[in-house]
């Protein structure tokens, strides 16, 4: 659902929007979904960026993101 590549896909719990982040990582992305006539993605947004663990998890509604901050790559990120 990505037009450049996404990685770390997660369904909200109603199967409307599919949660990823972009290729790079950093960046947490939703496309929103329909479905009838056809699949078809009808919107992309860019939800927030930084630099977290992989995995996480989508509270039913899509309203919230369980996330594990990663204090590793922080520090390499500012060259320690």
Known sequence: MSVSGGID???SSDGTE???RT???STFMV???EFTPRL???RRD???SGLYRAGYAVFP???ELLLVKDP???ESRRGR
């Open 23 to 25: 290729r790079a990582g």
């Open 40 to 42: 078809d993605v009808v």
């Open 72 to 74: 590793r790559l922080e």
């Open 9 to 11: 896909p997660n369904w």
């Open 31 to 33: 496309a929103r979904m």
């Open 18 to 20: 599919l949660f990823y």
């Open 46 to 48: 860019s939800l927030f």
């Open 61 to 63: 509604g899509g309203k």
